[in-house]
């Protein structure tokens, strides 16, 4: 620090100020590029996340009872599980691939033979979100192409 002053008393008056003004400007650049700028931003996000979730929030609130009674019931078509397994497969193309559908209990298997994969994981799923039929166990082994199996399913019907 010493020296920093030896250097600036060397200096003449004219120079001390330009030294002195450059000084106070790069300290008000870095003060505001530096510190300000960044400051501002992240308080600026932070305020529209905060007014993006809060619409989310009133969205949710305006909408939870049309979203709980969507989510509690699956669909009641009134049709007995082996109907709705065999008619929602045929939908989701397996109807070459279903070898059987038999009631079991409450529930249904279906033996399915060289089925998509995907379209049996569509069909699945559906069976489950809509119907309510959920897979109590699963079988799986490839067949001989890529992309096709061969499978045991046995669904189960919630109680009501």
Not at 90 to 103: D, E, I, K, N, V
């Amino acid at each position: 620090m010493n020296k920093l002053r030896t250097w600036y008393s060397g200096l003449q008056e004219r120079e001390q100020r330009t030294v002195a003004i450059g000084a106070i400007g790069l300290a008000v650049l870095i003060l505001v590029g530096g510190i300000l700028l960044p400051l501002q931003s992240a308080v600026s996000s932070a305020v529209k996340r905060n007014d993006t979730k809060r619409a989310d929030l009133a969205w949710m609130q305006a909408h939870a009872a049309e979203i709980r009674a969507a989510g509690e019931q699956p669909a009641d078509t009134g049709e007995a599980p082996v109907v709705v397994v065999d008619r929602v497969g045929r939908a989701a193309g397996l109807a070459s691939s279903l070898r059987g559908t038999q009631p079991e209990g409450t529930g249904v298997r279906v033996q399915l033979e060289a089925a998509p994969f995907d379209a049996m994981l569509s069909w699945v799923t559906t069976l489950d979100a809509r119907y309510g039929l959920a897979v109590e166990s699963i079988t799986v082994d490839r067949a001989a192409r890529p992309g096709v199996v061969n499978a045991s399913i046995s669904f189960a019907q919630p109680q009501r």
